[in-house]
């Protein structure tokens, strides 16, 4: 019989980093899908070449560049879902991968159990794959059922152009999105607060505040939510798609952190015998330096 080892720790750390830089690929396809559509002042709607096969408008006028724009926001956020999907689902597959087998060995069960419990697994969509990860293995993100919101957006984007029918409603109201974003503030020393928002514009001049303390940054985590009535286009902003990338980076962060506590409560020893601790969100402020005046 052939003996396989495996370095938990690298394992699952590499997986990790390559589910969280397809959350990045993700964002990136997003941002310079949408930040196309705005910025064209014009639009070729042919492909290169000399002979053309597609009877494509040469001249569009304002209100079909107008309709163009708006199926190709839903276009570029139907692909995005699609690709935080596409990030997520092999490394919910590779954790349960080495729980299954390290949990069958632990129980002096045949490998060929686990097997087939992979080989089922990975059949699975993505809030299925959450869910049995939650029930048969304690490994709970707190984000399985925002991800089967952006699912079931992710299928009307890309099946119905982003418009909401009967079929897509998961309330008796509509399609309902949700997702885990942060409300930010900046506290002055002399206690003034500033709120931040994703729509906020830099950089930050904290020459101007008051008190001798050093400003403080506020987060408080939020779930946040948007409803689409049957017959609305689902439309989400910039700062919904950045809060959303972000939750996608976090279930990584999140997954990679429950792995390695999983192997730590059941007596191997991983990661030095040390505990990882719940991940912190970093975000990324333009201020002038009082000193200078330079951006930093």
Same mark, same amino acid.
């Given at each position: @019989?052939?003996?396989?080892?495996?370095?938990? =720790?690298?394992?699952?750390?590499?997986?990790?980093?390559?589910?969280?830089?397809?959350?990045?690929?993700?964002?990136?396809? @997003?941002?310079?899908? !949408? %930040?196309?559509?705005?910025?064209?002042?014009?639009?070729?709607?042919?492909?290169?070449?000399?002979?053309?096969?597609?009877?494509?408008?040469?001249?569009?006028?304002?209100?079909?560049?107008?309709?163009?724009?708006?199926?190709?926001?839903?276009?570029?956020?139907?692909?995005?879902?699609?690709?935080?999907?596409?990030?997520?689902?092999?490394?919910?597959?590779?954790?349960? @991968?080495?729980?299954?087998?390290?949990?069958?060995?632990?129980?002096?069960?045949?490998?060929?159990?686990?097997?087939?419990?992979?080989?089922?697994?990975?059949?699975?969509?993505?809030?299925?794959?959450? =869910?049995?990860?939650?029930?048969?293995?304690?490994?709970?993100?707190?984000?399985?059922?925002?991800?089967?919101?952006?699912?079931?957006?992710?299928?009307?984007?890309?099946?119905?152009?982003?418009?909401?029918?009967?079929? =897509?409603?998961?309330?008796?109201?509509?399609?309902? *999105?949700?997702?885990?974003?942060?409300?930010?503030?900046?506290?002055?020393?002399?206690?003034?607060?500033?709120?931040?928002?994703?729509?906020?514009?830099?950089? *930050?001049?904290?020459?101007?505040?008051?008190?001798?303390?050093?400003?403080?940054?506020? *987060?408080? !985590?939020? %779930?946040?939510?948007?409803?689409?009535?049957?017959?609305?286009?689902?439309?989400?902003?910039?700062?919904?798609?950045?809060?959303?990338?972000? @939750?996608?980076?976090?279930?990584?962060?999140?997954?990679?952190?429950?792995?390695?506590? !999983?192997?730590?409560?059941?007596?191997?020893?991983?990661?030095?015998?040390?505990?990882?601790?719940?991940?912190?969100?970093? *975000?990324?402020?333009?201020?002038?330096?009082?000193?200078?005046?330079?951006?930093?």
């Amino acid at each position: @019989m052939t003996t396989l080892s495996l370095n938990v =720790d690298e394992a699952i750390t590499m997986a990790t980093r390559a589910g969280d830089t397809r959350v990045t690929r993700a964002a990136m396809l @997003m941002a310079y899908g !949408w %930040n196309c559509s705005i910025e064209a002042s014009e639009a070729d709607f042919h492909l290169d070449g000399f002979i053309q096969l597609i009877n494509a408008p040469r001249d569009p006028t304002p209100t079909q560049m107008d309709a163009f724009r708006d199926d190709y926001r839903a276009w570029i956020i139907g692909n995005g879902f699609r690709e935080l999907v596409a990030a997520l689902e092999p490394l919910l597959d590779f954790v349960h @991968m080495v729980i299954a087998y390290a949990d069958a060995r632990m129980k002096n069960k045949r490998s060929r159990d686990a097997n087939q419990a992979c080989d089922k697994f990975e059949r699975h969509g993505l809030a299925l794959k959450f =869910d049995q990860l939650r029930r048969r293995h304690g490994i709970d993100t707190r984000l399985s059922d925002h991800f089967e919101t952006l699912t079931q957006a992710r299928n009307c984007l890309t099946h119905r152009g982003g418009i909401v029918t009967d079929k =897509d409603c998961n309330t008796g109201d509509g399609l309902r *999105i949700t997702w885990l974003g942060f409300d930010s503030s900046i506290t002055e020393g002399g206690g003034r607060e500033h709120v931040l928002t994703l729509d906020s514009k830099g950089p *930050i001049d904290s020459s101007k505040f008051e008190g001798e303390d050093n400003p403080k940054l506020n *987060i408080e !985590w939020v %779930n946040r939510e948007a409803l689409f009535r049957p017959g609305r286009r689902i439309y989400l902003p910039p700062r919904t798609l950045q809060e959303i990338c972000h @939750m996608g980076s976090l279930v990584c962060a999140e997954l990679n952190r429950h792995a390695i506590n !999983w192997f730590l409560d059941h007596g191997v020893n991983v990661n030095g015998g040390v505990p990882v601790p719940p991940p912190k969100v970093e *975000i990324y402020l333009d201020a002038i330096d009082p000193d200078d005046g330079n951006d930093k």
